[in-house]
């Protein structure tokens, strides 16, 4: 794959959730590591970096989940299944899996910065490659808080902190 070209992908399911996020998964069959971004364009529009937040052992498609913005994610957010964009990557480095294997391994992640981690998290998971997975991860408010259903499985198989503030008061639920 030229990274200077955009590879046109579809669309096949999105999901809307509040204050303007939103998760597409695009079909494409693409090798990355958890940590790395895509170059997502609309013709005639503009282009924008993304995090991969689906792992790699999820094959056939990759996932990503954008807050409606500017202009590009504007545009964005107004496709559906069935719609086509444009992707360049992956780049970026990705976190260093291989020296993480064995290890105990901490992840510290506020708001949306879960999501390249939640690449992490589906993958050190499904292949159970760390000695021990801690999560702890604060949002400002319940409805920032992302992924909810997932956490409830993470917990299944690693431990979870997360922090969020509700009526001016921190909860912290473990
Ligand atoms: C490596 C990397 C990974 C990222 N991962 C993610 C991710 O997983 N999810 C995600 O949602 N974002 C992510 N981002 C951020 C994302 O790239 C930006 O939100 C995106 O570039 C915005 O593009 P845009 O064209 O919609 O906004 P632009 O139009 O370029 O606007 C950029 C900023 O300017 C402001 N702006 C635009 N127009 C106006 C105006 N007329 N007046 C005032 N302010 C204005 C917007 O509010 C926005 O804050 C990532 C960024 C990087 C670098």
């Not at 590591?33 to 790699?56: H, K, T, W």
């Not at 000695?131 to 992924?147: A, C, H, Q, R, W």
Request: glycine share 10%; proline share 5%; charged share 30%.
């Amino acid at each position: 794959m030229n990274h200077y070209l955009p590879e046109k992908a579809e669309i096949i399911d999105c999901k809307e959730f509040p204050y303007e996020k939103k998760l597409f998964r695009i079909k494409a069959n693409i090798d990355f590591i958890p940590g790395q971004f895509v170059e997502i364009s609309l013709a005639g529009i503009g282009e924008f970096p993304v995090s991969i937040c689906s792992a790699p052992h999820e094959k056939g498609y990759f996932e990503i989940y954008v807050k409606k913005l500017g202009k590009v994610t504007s545009q964005l957010f107004k496709l559906n299944e069935g719609d086509f964009i444009g992707y360049r990557g992956p780049f970026g480095n990705g976190f260093p899996i291989n020296e993480l294997k064995g290890k105990d391994v901490v992840i510290v992640a506020g708001g949306l910065g879960i999501l390249p981690l939640r690449s992490f998290i589906k993958e050190a998971l499904h292949n159970n490659f760390c000695n021990s997975l801690t999560i702890l991860y604060g949002v400002k408010e319940p409805l920032d808080m992302l992924f909810k259903e997932e956490l409830k499985e993470w917990r299944e198989k690693a431990k979870v902190i997360d922090v969020y503030e509700e009526g001016g008061k921190k909860r912290i639920c473990k």
